[in-house]
């Protein structure tokens, strides 16, 4: 039971997720499963996974807002129940009055303690129930003498996890294919972009709304070309030095690193990242530093431990860096296998080395200057 029409739902999910990636959340909107078995997102932030069922009232009825509450609690529960995570129940609407957000809160309250709920409003407001999504409440603007409502901010984040992978497709013609894993071709519009990048045609239609807005790509009588490349891939790199969780370990075996190094990126679903992908990409320039493995989640299958690794003892080196990717799908989807391991592809490696501490501005600008000086703009 859902009143709103097709175009109300796609602007309230779009709003949701930028509102969630404002606040520091890593958005899926693609989220794994059958289509009619799977959550509207898939929202993550540090410890909290969150599996989002969204519907939307466009009039913000009470009696409509809550009944569509309902629905939506019991099916993201089931959802959560089904990946593991916690269920987040959203119902968007027009205008949010006081007394819609206050019975919102009742009814969780009294109904659904253990469920997270939200609600946003088109006008801009929003409020949200449960663990970890403080600060995500926006009070109703109010309206203007005009009687129109205050408009909400801007969309969705430009280098959102999804972006960032069609970032990838788009500059896949332009790099050989063993150091990017995705599809090439040329693309006249947002529905080529998303059949070739396998991401739904709303999520391409946003992604290139935002890259014409924001002046980065031409697509005047041709196929998509991207341009101003000098302030794209600034701030790109800008957006990739969010920091992530991590495990600081040690190898069981210290003799054996590199082949026990391996076996955790190939038992479990990881990639091996940074200066060690970069050697075994061919563009590495950086030795002795401590190998980094991504991971989805910073916890292993249940019953499972890290293979092959410990956690270091305190004061304790570490031998090895297991981390949480901040944009898994563009992460994973992109990256090269190398016989039974994932190696993370050419971009991401500049991505991720380039926020490194300590002598990662040698290997950023080995490959400025090498594998990406085409693709960066930067050969004279």
Known sequence: MNSAPPPQMARVEEQLAALLEEGGWSVDVEPVGPQRYRPDLVAGRGPHRYAVELKAEPEGRPDRAL???????????????????????????GNASPSLRRRFVDFQRDYAPDVA?????????????????????????????????AQPRKASNLFSDLNQWMLKVLLAPELPERLLHAPRGEYFSGSDLAQAAGVSPMSASRFLRRMQEEGFVDDSGGPLRLVRRGELFRRWQSAAMRSSPELRMSYLIPAAGPRQLH????????????????D??????????????Y???LSPPRGVE?????????????QVI???SNAPESLFRGAIRAGDVLVADVLQVWLDVSAHPS??????????EGALADVLGERP
């Open 295 to 297: 991971v989805r989640r």
């Open 117 to 149: 709920v939200g609600l946003v409003s088109e006008a801009g407001g929003s409020l949200f129930i449960g663990p970890g999504l403080d600060g995500l409440d926006r009070e109703e603007p109010k309206a203007r003498r005009s009687g129109r409502v």
């Open 280 to 293: 075994m990409l061919g563009v590495g320039h950086v030795s002795g530093a401590v190998p980094h493995v």
């Open 67 to 93: 009944a569509l509450l309902s629905q939506a609690i019991l099916q993201a529960s089931r959802y959560a129940a089904d990946l593991g995570m916690r269920p987040l129940a959203v119902v968007g609407v």
């Open 263 to 278: 076996k955790l990126a190939s038992r479990l679903e990881a990639c091996i990242g940074l200066f060690e992908a970069a």
């Open 322 to 324: 297991i981390k949480q």
């Open 359 to 368: 002598r990662g501005a040698e290997q950023e600008q080995l490959l400025r």
């Open 306 to 318: 890290w293979p092959g690794v410990v956690p270091c003892a305190p004061g304790e080196p570490p």
